[in-house]
């Protein structure tokens, strides 16, 4: 015996008997290998883990081509083996373990370059250590018909997969590529499939078709993979009765990329709930459910308070992990059946199906505002999330998608602007205050034609002299039906509609060339005008600012640009590299209505700040002892700005402002907002007063 227990030789001329050893026991090996030797049949045992013969009769030598057993031992079969043929090796092997079984098939075996067409018969044998190996039985097959030998080929070369079974599903052949994928060899066709309807469902279509073709879900070698089969009704070979004919193709890739692309194509890529493109044919759904079952359904408009301070101050990763937040928390609160999706940026939109009547009809809502009550842990720290929620019952305030997405954004607006009700329902008075907003917009828009803004202007004044010392410039619109309107009335929509972009550039021109025309009059003083966020968002904004000087003639240092804290927030981007550009050109940054916000010490100190203006609702804290005024006070020491007091309204406020070294201030005690003229007067008399 060779030194590989594994391997099984036949004596040569010059070697004696020796016992031939297989598991069961020894046998004379002369006898063994001369009954062998007279067989028409070649036989040959294959290593199925080694890839080489372990033993040959004569036949198999002169089929293999081979002088000697040694020669064909020593054969590495693996170096030229095909990936199919060492595929269905395997599953011989693997089918050998499990069950005692033959095979028969045609074979085309290439002994030195030349084709050898077999019939081969194909079982499994038990080596001495245990393994697997193939025990062959071939035959020379002599009808050698090209096509035939070449449809065999084919068949065990292929990827795709083909099976033939007969009409109770049980399995009648499998090439190379089906039994791969196969989980056992007596896997009927039904079980094959994740859904066994689908097979029921191919089967009644071949009965009246012939033939059917389905994308189903199957259960394979390699888990679950989906194919596409086609079936055919057809005749077995060899029995002559009904059969099917079956090839499949595994489209997996294909078709989880088909059902990503229709995912992200549906849904929010950050928060996996539906988007905007998706939810029409949605809502089509639920609202006709609502319909059906006599149910109310409620649309909720959801939009994030203060969303891009966050996104701005926190970083974009905070930002993006607020969303998912606030996505998880509006799904667990909808039931089933709702719908729950991201319309775009902070903007989320609920459909929620009413069963029982509860007491408010807000009730969901209130649930939702609830859930935000307390502060949210983002980015590992506590903060605090507010919502704004606008809704419409269906049918009630509206039958239409869009009508209700319409209305439920009208309520949504209201529920932004007021401060104490944060869910609103729609009201038709909301529609009609949007009608007289379109209305407004569009006389805005001629009067930024027509030049019928004016600027009034608010003394400032010394707190110990009463001396005006200063002017902030006010719009106001002096309308061809309704008089002059004050900025409240129209500001607000023009900010909402960026008309603030074109009105505040035509303020900074008037008050340019008002500071201009006072100073070459010897009545200099500083002038402020008002600059909202938006302008500061407007990418022309700093080129028209910085050539301002040389359009009016003014000097930009006697020039104040008001700004509110939420500009240093992040309500515009970039903000710290606009309001340094602009004090390059010489402008003073003042932050209006300060205290409204949540500006602190080690923020503003990032700013080049010059100015603060105290809120006026300030002023009534000074009759209980001025704490916040005197802090506030404190603050634009530490930080070396100026500071003026705003609605000064009562003697005593003044002297207590005086008193504690707040040196400007303006209000109605020393004068009401007045038209150009009259502010240059009160100080044309102030100079002439003072030369007395």
Not at 14 to 25: D, I, N, R
Not at 373 to 384: F, T, Y
Not at 505 to 520: C, E, H, I, K, N
Not at 624 to 646: H, P, R, T
Request: net charge negative; hydrophobic share 40%; proline share 4%.
């Amino acid at each position: 015996m060779p030194d590989n227990p594994d391997t099984l030789s036949a004596p040569n001329e010059k070697t004696s008997a020796q016992p031939l050893q297989f598991a069961g026991g020894k046998i004379d090996q002369d006898l063994i290998f001369s009954i062998f030797d007279r067989l028409d049949t070649g036989v040959w045992i294959f290593d199925f883990d080694h890839k080489h013969i372990l033993w040959a009769n004569q036949k198999a030598l002169e089929i293999t081509g081979s002088a000697t057993l040694e020669e064909l031992q020593a054969r590495d079969m693996a170096a030229d083996m095909s990936h199919s043929v060492e595929q269905r090796l395997r599953q011989y092997q693997q089918d050998f373990c499990k069950h005692d079984v033959s095979f028969s098939e045609i074979w085309t075996l290439y002994p030195q370059g030349k084709a050898q067409v077999l019939q081969v018969v194909m079982s499994g044998i038990r080596l001495t250590d245990g393994r697997m190996a193939l025990l062959c039985e071939g035959r020379p097959h002599h009808e050698q018909q090209p096509e035939t030998l070449r449809s065999a080929e084919a068949l065990m070369h292929t990827t795709v997969m083909i099976s033939l079974y007969s009409e109770d599903g049980r399995p009648l052949y499998r090439n190379t590529a089906s039994r791969a994928a196969c989980n056992g060899l007596e896997t009927s066709f039904e079980d094959q499939f994740v859904d066994p309807a689908d097979a029921r469902r191919l089967i009644d279509l071949v009965a009246r078709e012939r033939t059917s073709r389905l994308v189903a879900n199957m259960q394979t070698s390699a888990g679950k993979r989906w194919h596409e089969l086609t079936i055919r009704a057809c005749h077995d070979a060899v029995t002559g009765q009904p059969a099917y004919l079956v090839s499949e193709i595994d489209v997996t890739e294909l078709h989880e990329t088909k059902e990503r692309a229709q995912y992200l194509a549906s849904h929010d890529t950050l928060t996996g709930l539906s988007n905007r493109t998706y939810l029409k044919e949605r809502l089509t759904q639920v609202l006709q459910t609502a319909r059906d079952n006599t149910q109310l359904a409620t649309l909720y408009l959801v939009d994030l308070d203060d969303f891009k301070m966050v996104n701005d101050s926190l970083g974009h990763a905070a930002g993006d992990g607020l969303l998912q937040l606030v996505a998880q928390k509006l799904r667990e609160l909808a039931g089933p059946d709702d719908i729950v999706a991201r319309l775009g940026g902070d903007e989320f939109l609920i459909c929620h199906l009413e069963g029982a009547k509860h007491d408010s009809p807000d009730w969901f809502g209130q649930a939702l505002l609830n859930a935000f009550a307390s502060p949210q842990l983002i980015e590992g720290k506590p903060r605090q999330v507010g919502l704004s929620i606008g809704y419409v019952h269906f049918p009630e305030d509206g039958t239409g998608i869009d009508q209700l997405m319409r209305h439920a954004d009208l309520a949504l607006y209201q529920a932004k602007t007021d401060v104490k009700q944060k869910c609103v329902r729609f009201r038709e008075r909301m529609r009609l205050l949007r009608d007289e907003h379109q209305t407004i917009k569009k006389d805005l828009e001629r009067a930024i034609r027509d030049d019928q803004f004016v600027l009034y202007y608010q003394p400032i004044a010394c707190t110990r002299t009463e001396r005006v010392v200063g002017g902030e410039a006010l719009i106001r619109w002096q309308h061809p039906d309704k008089g002059l309107v004050a900025p409240d009335e129209f500001v607000p929509i023009a900010e909402e509609t960026g008309l603030i972009n074109e009105i505040g550039m035509w303020v900074s021109r008037q008050v340019g060339r008002m500071q201009a025309a006072l100073s070459d009059q010897n009545l200099d003083v500083p002038l402020s005008m008002n600059v909202s966020p938006r302008q500061m968002s407007d990418p022309l904004f700093i080129s028209r600012m910085t050539s301002l000087a040389s359009q009016t003639g003014c000097q930009p240092g006697r020039i104040s640009l008001e700004i509110t804290e939420s500009v240093l927030l992040g309500d515009i981007p970039n903000a710290f590299e606009t309001l340094s550009v602009l004090k390059q050109a010489g402008y003073r940054i003042v932050i209006d209505d300060f205290g409204t916000g949540y500006s602190n010490l080690a923020y503003l100190h990032n700013y080049p700040i010059d100015g603060i203006k105290i809120d006026r609702m300030f002023m009534n804290d000074i009759a209980s002892g001025g704490a916040i005024v005197k802090l506030i006070l404190s603050l634009a020491s530490a930080l070396d700005a100026d500071i003026v007091a705003e609605g000064v309204e009562t003697l005593e406020q003044r002297t207590w402002l005086s008193e504690n070294g707040c040196n400007r201030f303006q209000g109605f005690l020393y004068s009401r907002p007045v038209p150009e003229e009259r502010f240059v007067a009160m100080l044309s008399s102030q100079v002439r007063i003072a030369a007395m």
